[in-house]
């Protein structure tokens, strides 16, 4: 449940197996939040990482004390670790950004202008991608969410964003354990504007986004958000029912008026055909009984194994 607000601004990074950047991002974030003018906190979110991250996070609590960490009990995933910060943060006004100084700690002030104008929620948006992998797969999901399955959503965005107290409340009500940062925050819809910035390359590593990390990200968002899928299954089905009734009857007439030689094509053809139909059917519909099973378990959604301070 999100803490009661004690600090004028919460910036909140999941850190996954970044022990080599904590102490560049809370050293580069220091003198941005401290020009605020805001009494403010950095929340790190360990996200059960391998290496060494939460003695990195340890020591910058230690050599900073606007700074506060959480270690996860094991890797929920980075939309879960974002969901856990903004639980924990005590801010009036909130900044999530990735854990890896792609999203720019400079549009910091920006972002919280338009938090203190009377934004409920700030989107930052990015035209450009690190390398040519992520601008396709991005370009991709982008076309499939808002032109294929026409969902109302803000394209391109990225996982940097501000919220206002109120709207971080709203977010942390929702229950549901399958969940997208983008996706909830457009459910909750209020007051928005966009900012535009420049997405830059990973600071050091490698992204932990592998492709089919990205496709899986991709069907949790478009299950989460909309039932478009079905009703589509819905046409394509009477689409094919009207396209076998057509070939049948020709293959009928064929065979009833004319010296068709008999031959196992066809038939070969439409098994295949049909076989990969309702294949892909039962693996959409499955999609979404899987989500609703684990949804109906109210696990709870994360577990805190230990925390910088006292309190929180």
């Known amino acids: 449940m999100t803490e009661t607000a004690s600090v004028g601004l919460s910036v909140i990074i999941p850190i996954y197996n970044g022990a080599a950047i904590v102490e ?12 605020t003018g805001e009494s403010h906190e950095l929340v790190l979110i360990d996200d059960g990482s391998t290496d060494a ?24 995933g980075q ?18 950004m990735d854990g890896d100084l792609q999203n ?18 700030v989107y930052t948006v990015s035209r450009v991608r690190n390398n040519r992998r992520n601008q396709f797969t991005s370009q991709l999901f982008w076309f499939v969410l808002t032109r294929l399955l026409g969902v109302d959503i803000i ?5 940097m964003r501000g919220m206002s107290r109120r709207f971080a409340r709203i977010y942390d009500s929702y229950p549901e354990i399958t969940r997208t940062v983008a996706g909830l925050s457009r459910d909750i819809g209020l007051r928005h504007s966009i900012l535009e910035v ?21 069907i949790n968002m478009i299950i989460s958000i909309t039932t478009a899928p079905l009703s589509i299954l819905i046409y394509v089905s009477l689409s094919v029912l009207i396209i076998t009734t ?12 004319f010296n068709a030689q008999a031959g196992f094509t066809s038939i070969i053809l439409s098994i295949f055909f049909f076989g ?37």
């Open 24 to 35: 560049e991002l809370a050293r580069r974030l220091a003198p941005i939040l401290k020009d």
């Open 53 to 76: 991250s939460w003695d990195a996070i340890t020591q910058a609590a230690a050599a900073w004390s606007f700074v506060r960490g959480f270690k996860l009990s094991r890797n929920f």
């Open 79 to 96: 939309q879960i670790a974002v969901s856990a910060g903004i639980a924990k943060a005590r801010g009036r006004y909130l900044i999530v």
């Open 104 to 121: 720019p700690p400079e549009a910091v002030p920006g972002i919280l202008a338009r938090l203190r104008g009377g934004d409920d929620i």
């Open 155 to 159: 394209r391109d965005q990225l996982m």
């Open 198 to 218: 420049e997405n830059r390359p990973r600071s050091s590593g490698r992204s932990g986004y592998t492709f089919f990390k990205r496709f899986n990200l991709m």
């Open 246 to 257: 057509l070939v049948s009857t020709y293959y009928l007439i064929i065979a009833l008026f």
């Open 276 to 312: 990969s139909l309702i294949t892909l059917i039962l693996g959409i519909i499955g999609m979404y009984l899987a989500n609703i099973y684990t949804e109906v378990r109210r696990r709870p959604l994360f577990l805190v194994e230990e925390q910088t301070d006292s309190h929180g």
